[in-house]
């Protein structure tokens, strides 16, 4: 029976020294702002919150600190997970990769708390170099084209052969999307691209209005954060 309680009550948070709880809750705060820093840059989406910045480097700490407070201690652990589940989170991730960065907090807080400092700095180094590798090869994004102009002419005064030309220096690939015209010649041509510059669309829209017979071009860029 005796054994029962001390498995049960286990050896509590008592054994932790301070310094030792200190450079636990230090590491916890740097590994924190080194995820934060990371999910900054390498962050291409819409739903940027300052706030879930923030609170990677809090969870990461209060991880560490409640890990501190449990020790071995079951009774404790359950304690906590009651006074968690009175908490209501009514945030909603905007954003999947967010909960990545969620797990991470969590997952570090728990290294620090617990003492594994290694595998805490290990993690930390290979999760922040998956997500440059991520970042930097654009893994998992599809190229459904830079953009798409649609173009309103005068067949009689400009040919298509002279807007597709324009379009070829300024573009990788074209691709025809529509066509339409008017018996007066009037019509519209409507096309695909993927641009060797995007940096350089409002050139190529220039050009293409200062072409005679065209009467309007619109040009819409696309953008990384029309994927969903």
């Not at 995820?35 to 480097?57: C, D, K, P, R």
Request: hydrophobic share 50%.
């Amino acid at each position: 029976m005796d054994a029962l309680t001390t498995m049960i009550a286990g050896s509590g948070p008592a054994q932790i020294a301070l310094d030792q709880a200190l450079l636990g809750l230090l590491l916890a705060f740097i590994l924190g702002q080194v995820a934060a820093w990371t999910y900054m840059f390498t962050h291409t989406g819409l739903s940027y919150s300052s706030a879930f910045v923030q609170s990677i480097i809090l969870l990461t700490v209060l991880i560490s600190l409640s890990m501190m407070v449990i020790g071995s201690n079951i009774v404790i652990a359950f304690g906590l997970i009651g006074a968690l589940s009175v908490i209501r989170f009514r945030n909603i991730l905007k954003d999947t990769r967010d909960t990545a960065f969620v797990f991470y907090s969590l997952v570090v807080g728990m290294s620090t708390g617990t003492g594994s400092i290694h595998l805490a700095l290990l993690g930390t180094v290979v999760f922040c170099l998956l997500l440059l590798y991520l970042y930097w090869t654009g893994f998992g994004q599809l190229n459904m084209g830079d953009g798409f102009v649609r173009i309103h002419l005068d067949s009689e005064r400009c040919r298509r052969d002279t807007a597709q030309h324009v379009l070829t220096r300024y573009c990788r690939t074209i691709h025809l999307v529509s066509q339409r015209f008017q018996e007066s010649g009037h019509g519209e041509l409507s096309f695909r691209l993927i641009m060797r510059d995007p940096d350089r669309a409002d050139d190529m829209v220039g050009e293409l209005k200062g072409i005679e017979g065209i009467s309007s071009v619109t040009f819409v860029l696309h953008e990384e954060q029309a994927q969903v």
